[in-house]
T-cell receptor, first 115, second 115 residues
Framework: NAGVTQTPKFRVLKTGQSMTLLCAQD?????MYWYRQDPGMGLRLIHY???????AKGEVPDGYNVSRLKKQNFLLGLESAAPSQTSVYFC??????????????FGQGTRLTVV | DQQVKQNSPSLSVQEGRISILNCDYT??????FLWYKKYPAEGPTFLIS?????DKNEDGRFTVFLNKSAKHLSLHIVPSQPGDSAVYFC??????????????FGQGTTLQVKP
């Protein structure tokens, strides 16, 4: 039982390049999330999904796109990377949307540097 | 607008003593609160939670207290151990966010427990 797995763990991009971060969960969770962590800012929600085929914007969605074609996978795309997107990205999943069901399980993170 | 605030970026305590981590919130609609622990190069892991219908929840060495009138919660670790050294995030959920599972995170507090 792997939980939440993120690929890759590290990446360096040049400004303007594109990439996709992959997230896979094996807990049959309905809800999935992408967060970014920046110093002094905590964890900020980029996009989320409440089920297969659905996506929605979080707090800081600009410059990112997502897709949830399969229940177990949630992809985060950067179409044209900018230095402001240098961050640590975390994928998470949860069983439901209320109370203890919101306990989110996190992946190990992807450290992205845009130069 | 930071709805969940952890005003102390860092805390240092001696092994065996009590660690108290604080969290304030501004949205009175929050009804569920969670604490996460994060080691370097790992994703956050769930530690303990509390519903707004309670004022205390205990799990081993960890106790969370909720003061709704003050919009304040705290995490007590007794006794503190060097392995508790990590970043601690508090997070909140509200009925308005139910159905999305979205959690609002604080900025985090880095706890150092000295042997």
């Amino acid at each position: 039982n792997a939980g939440v797995t993120q690929t890759p763990k590290f990446r360096v991009l040049k400004t303007g390049q594109s990439m996709t971060l992959l997230c896979a969960q094996d807990m049959n969770h309905e809800y999935m999330y992408w967060y970014r962590q920046d110093p002094g800012m905590g964890l900020r929600l980029i996009h989320y999904s409440v089920g297969e085929g659905t996506t929605a914007k979080g707090e800081v969605p600009d410059g990112y796109n997502v897709s949830r074609l399969k229940k177990q996978n949630f992809l985060l795309g950067l179409e044209s990377a900018a230095p402001s997107q240098t961050s640590v990205y975390f994928c998470a999943s949860s069983y439901g949307g209320q109370g203890l069901n919101t306990e989110a399980f996190f992946g190990q993170g992807t450290r992205l540097t845009v130069v | 607008d930071q709805q969940v605030k952890q005003n102390s970026p860092s805390l240092s305590v001696q092994e065996g003593r009590i660690s108290i981590l604080n969290c304030d919130y501004t949205n009175s609609m929050f009804d569920y609160f969670l604490w996460y622990k994060k080691y370097p190069a790992e994703g956050p892991t769930f530690l303990i939670s509390i519903s707004s219908i309670k004022d205390k929840n205990e799990d081993g060495r960890f106790t969370v207290f909720l003061n709704k009138s003050a919009k304040h919660l705290s995490l007590h670790i007794v006794p503190s151990q060097p392995g508790d050294s990590a970043v601690y995030f508090c997070a909140a959920n509200s009925p308005l966010l139910s159905g999305t599972g979205k959690l609002i995170f604080g900025q985090g507090t880095t706890l150092q427990v000295k042997p």
